[in-house]
């Protein structure tokens, strides 16, 4: 038995897969818990929490102290003493007195903490944590070593961004670990993750709805090359399907690369409980009346044209003109965003795709449909997502030291490069099956990169430096196929 | 300032021998510096793809005979001297350094970037009309600044920092005044030549300037160089472009060379030459890596630090691990200086009738 959770902007959405599918809808103004209740402690749970996390990732600038330790190279601000070299080497060692200066009389929120080079050894980055600790909470300290790819500036702005939800993750974890301890988290690119990982790297879960909705609109229609129209409480979600699989690209936020992937989407801040003042407005002010808000909404103007969602009486205080408008609008803005897309087909999903699809596909000139079970399609998608993982592994043969993702792992003297890779490729293995994957869905370990060169010391070749990139694909989990 | 860097990993994939010094372990380090500060990622920094060089830009400089013969060896297989050896497919790899070289001065010609630092491989500046030398095939310096003229720059000068003397680009333009050949060198040195009395013959008498120095000199003897030879010469020449031989192997960490110039040294120098570009010839400049053998302690400092220079980023950082330092001190030789200063005082009587800012002084 699968069971997805989806936390949106206005409700939380439950699907339960075993035979069949049966989906919930709770409104957030329950609270998580009471979604909770709902489910089972039976079968494999994955949870999309990508709203309470946004809400606090776009919302006020938090007060994040970052102290970096850059070493010799460009200049970055926050910098303390100590440096590790590209061949993973302390070459430099930090200064702890300089350290807890920074920390004492420090009343930041939280702290990140970045080195250079720290993805080939984190020593630097526990040294530092381990004064930090003296001072902060786990939860308030984030490192950058766990990002595991090389780019300094990027790793740096994700580490900020991660000690920024630490904390928010981390309760998550408690909250729904007492319903049950052995969930996953739904990642940005659609794929699950363990819970530990999300604490390391807690912006993985960044903006997870539209990979759900993705892997949902595929799993209930099997269309492989499709725009995914996702109609939500409060914004319009755009997501491309090429081959069965959305689009992935790196997040920029404020501004700034992260070293996060995610799931390309477009999104429209219109959704049913857009509300209506002289027109529709691009943001909610409660719930519609049809379910009891105080300001008329999208919804509401649907009801008034005919649809009978919720209380529809309640949605009669706005007249039938203003309703045609405000519903024309919405239909205009969607559809012209939908055809910069020029896709063949579309699937809709979210509560008002039923009602509103079809007018969507007529003016965008194309087709579409809006599959059973397509109100809940985003935890459909969560329910049915597989665990991935993307690894970066650096292996150096003179060093006798493998890192995969700054974590040390042990090093193993290999002939050539493909007991090298036959290993690494085992490693990755055993990271996912101890995060629970089945053994179906880790038989294909995609290496996306993979380069090795000699060292070479005064005329004789005395070793070897390997980098690969391995991943397991985020997608569909062969069990729920 | 944007600055375009030329990088194809193709310009990994050449290689004499699996154990030769000019290796593709020279980039290797240098890329995961650069990966790892987010160069690529930075408004200043453009990244540009080589596109191989044609026959005819190659015989703008090589007689047809030898490229004929570089033709053939890459399919066959060649030795041309003790250490450079002619590997199969070497001709798509030659080609693609001395492309890059052109693709950069494009983009700086065609104000796509201020200036570009072409991170080819194999070098190029011991490589002559007729042959191939010291690790070199085609003179890729070369072949980029006859490329300039033909799109129509006058004056071009170049500057050549490596270790070794640029006998190549020496011999290439050793009679042609449009192009200011100023050489600083370790001597006595491979390959041997390099003395400051060749200043050039015919039409291109006192545009060859040679600055050879003895092993140990430091920061100080090239920051020296540069404000009593370069930047003057520079001024008065007035080129239309400044092209640099930008050899890395006078690092103090080198271990084939013994020089001791430090990473800070590079951006420094680096930084001053695009401050004279700016103000001579609209800050182009185009840099091509030469040699540089110092893999580890070496290259990733000082190819970031030239990069940061030319970009016009903060370099105040630019430097070698601490664990240096000791290399540092044994590196750096105190008779060097004094050395210099003879040097460049004998330099200056010979290059006196040529040279405006040499005679106002009058060294006679």
Same mark, same amino acid.
């Given at each position: 038995?699968?069971?997805?959770? !989806? ?37 494999? /749970? ?78 630097? +980055? ?77 912006? /993985?879960?960044? =903006? ?28 319009? +979600? ?60 999208? @919804? ?30 919405? #239909? ?29 596909? $007529? ?40 890192? #995969?993702?700054?974590? @040390? %792992? ?32 880790? $038989?294909?370990? +995609? ?18 430096? *390997? ?15 | 300032? *944007? ?10 994939? =050449? ?15 240098? #890329? !995961? ?25 190659? /015989? ?32 798509? !790899? ?102 400051? +009395? ?29 404000? $009593? ?26 271990? /084939?060379?013994?020089?001791? #110039? ?38 990733? %400092? ?11 980023? !903060? ?40 040279? %405006? ?8």
């Amino acid at each position: 038995m699968f069971t997805g959770i !989806d936390i949106g902007g206005t409700n939380t959405d439950i699907a339960v897969i075993d035979s069949q599918i049966n989906t919930y809808k709770v409104p957030n103004t329950d609270g998580l818990d009471n979604a909770l209740k709902k489910i089972s402690s039976y079968g494999r /749970l994955a949870i999309s929490t990508s709203q309470p996390l946004n809400e606090i990732i776009t919302g006020h600038p938090a007060d994040i102290r970052t102290i970096t330790i850059p070493g010799p190279g460009l200049v970055y601000p926050g910098a303390v003493k100590g440096s590790v070299s590209h061949r993973g080497d302390i070459v430099e060692p930090i200064d702890p007195e300089e350290i807890k200066k920074i920390m004492k009389g420090q009343h930041a929120r939280a702290i990140a903490i970045a080195g250079k080079f720290s993805v080939r050894n984190d020593a630097l +980055e526990k040294q530092v944590y381990d004064i930090v600790s003296q001072f902060y909470s786990d939860e308030q300290i984030a490192l950058s070593y766990p990002i595991g790819a090389l780019n300094f500036p990027a790793r740096i702005h994700t580490t900020k961004l991660n000690a920024r939800i630490k904390g928010k993750v981390a309760s998550l974890i408690r909250q729904i670990q007492r319903v049950n301890p052995d969930f996953f988290f739904v990642t940005s690119t659609g794929g699950l993750t363990s819970p530990a990982r999300a604490l390391d790297n807690s912006m /993985l879960l960044f =903006h997870s709805s539209p990979a759900t909705v993705a892997n949902g609109a595929y799993y209930l229609t099997k269309h492989e090359n499709c725009l995914v129209i996702d109609i939500g409480g409060t914004t319009t +979600e755009l997501v491309p399907l090429k081959d069965g699989k959305p689009i992935f690209e790196t997040v920029v936020l404020e501004g700034a690369k992260t070293m996060i992937q995610a799931v390309s989407a477009m999104s429209i801040p219109f959704g049913g409980d857009s509300c209506i003042r002289s027109d529709l407005c691009p943001f909610r002010a409660g719930s519609s009346r049809s379910f009891g808000g105080g300001e008329p909404t999208l @919804t509401d103007a649907l009801n008034v044209m005919g649809a009978r969602i919720g209380d529809a009486e309640r949605s009669e205080v706005l007249d039938h003109t203003t309703a045609q408008n405000v519903v024309h609008r919405y #239909l205009e803005t969607i559809a012209s965003a939908v055809k910069e897309y020029h896709p063949e087909f579309l699937i809709g999903t979210g509560y008002l795709a039923h009602y509103l699809l079809s007018d969507i596909a $007529e003016r965008a000139q194309t087709v579409g449909i809006v599959p059973e079970h397509a109100a809940s399609a985003n935890a459909v998608g969560a329910a049915v997502s597989k665990v991935s993982l993307e690894v970066h592994i650096h292996v150096d043969s003179e060093r006798k030291r493998l890192t #995969l993702n700054g974590i @040390t %792992y042990p090093y193993k003297d290999t002939r050539d490069e493909e007991h090298l890779l036959s290993y690494v490729t085992e490693l990755v293995r055993d990271i996912a099956r101890k995060e629970g994957a089945p053994e179906e869905d880790i $038989e294909e370990i +995609e290496v996306l990169y993979f380069s090795s060169y000699d060292v070479v010391r005064g005329w004789r070749v005395t070793a070897k430096i *390997t980098d690969l990139v391995l991943a397991i694909a985020p997608g569909i989990s062969v069990e729920a196929l | 300032m *944007t600055c375009g860097i030329v990088y194809a990993p193709s310009y990994l994939t =050449h290689e004499q021998s699996s154990s030769h010094p000019e290796r593709r372990e020279r980039l290797s380090y240098t #890329l !995961d510096q650069l990966e790892e500060e987010g160069i690529f990622d930075l408004p200043q920094i453009r990244l540009l793809t080589p596109k191989p060089a044609m026959r005819d830009d190659v /015989l703008l400089v090589h007689t047809k005979e030898y490229l004929q013969f570089l033709e053939e060896a890459s399919v066959t297989g060649a030795i041309i001297d003790a250490d450079t050896y002619v590997p199969k497919g070497l001709i798509h !790899d030659a080609l693609l350094a001395a492309g890059g070289a052109i693709t950069g001065a494009d983009a700086v010609l065609n104000q796509e970037v201020r200036n570009s630092f072409v991170l080819c491989r194999p070098p190029g500046h011991h490589a002559g009309r007729s042959h191939g030398a010291g690790f070199c095939y085609l003179n890729n310096v070369a072949i980029m600044v006859r490329h300039l003229q033909q799109r129509g720059l006058r004056r071009i000068m170049v500057l050549d920092w490596d270790a070794h003397h640029g006998n190549g680009t020496e011999e290439i333009f050793y009679d042609d005044p449009s192009v200011l050949f100023c050489s600083v060198h370790q001597y006595p040195f491979y390959p041997g030549s390099g003395r400051f +009395e060749d200043i050039g013959i015919g039409d291109g008498k006192g545009y060859n300037i040679n600055l050879p120095i003895p092993a140990g000199s430091s920061d100080k003897v090239y920051r020296y160089l540069l404000e $009593e030879i370069i930047l003057p010469l520079a001024d008065e020449y007035m080129p239309d472009a400044i092209a640099i031989s930008a050899g890395q192997d006078n690092h103090f960490t080198d271990p /084939l060379t013994g020089l001791a #110039l430090t990473a800070q040294g590079y951006a420094g120098l680096m930084q001053e030459m695009c401050i004279l570009a700016d103000s001579i010839c609209y800050g182009r400049i185009i840099a091509v890596l030469e040699g540089g053998y110092s893999v580890e302690g070496g290259l990733p %400092y000082t190819n970031l630090g030239l990069i940061a220079a030319m970009a016009g980023l !903060d370099i105040s950082a630019i430097r070698e691990p601490e664990i240096y330092r000791e290399v540092l001190e044994k590196a750096v030789s105190d008779e060097a200086f004094p050395i210099v200063i003879k040097m460049v005082t004998d330099l200056k009587k010979k290059l006196a009738d040529h040279w %405006y800012f040499i005679r106002q002084y009058d060294f006679r």
